[in-house]
């Protein structure tokens, strides 16, 4: 089984940054790829960006120069640099890890509010 824990969620104005973090931890394999998708009320859950254990990354176009995803292997962890955030980006934000073939582990999910 595997654990996903995320955190730096928060609340913060519009133009600030934040940083989101999430460590996973029991039996991990490797090849996997972790990332990070996000949820409005009424809304489905879209892809924010992923990362893989190769360090390969894939993020949504719309996001580009704002979030930077990256991943520390030694420590089974993901961030998401968030800059320059906009009142649309308020979601939840949850983290996930998946290996090929294999149905994804989820986080809680950490939400961020960004005030107009």
């Known amino acids: 089984q595997v654990q996903l824990v995320e955190s730096g969620g928060g609340l913060v104005q519009a133009g600030g940054s934040l940083r989101l973090s999430c460590a996973a931890s029991?039996?991990?394999?490797?090849?996997?790829?972790m990332g990070w998708y996000r949820q409005v009320p009424g809304k489905s859950r879209e892809l924010v960006a992923s990362?893989?254990?190769?360090?390969?990354?894939n993020s949504a176009d719309s996001l580009k120069g704002r979030f930077t995803i990256s991943r520390d292997n030694a420590k089974n962890t993901v961030y998401l640099q968030m800059n320059n955030l906009k009142p649309e980006d308020s979601a939840v934000y949850y983290c996930?890890?998946?290996?090929?073939?294999?149905?994804?582990?989820w986080g809680r999910g950490t939400q961020v509010t960004v005030s107009s």
């Open positions: 996930y890890l998946e290996r090929p073939g294999r149905i994804p582990y």
């Open positions: 990362i893989t254990s190769g360090g390969s990354t």
């Open positions: 029991g039996t991990i394999f490797s090849p996997n790829t």
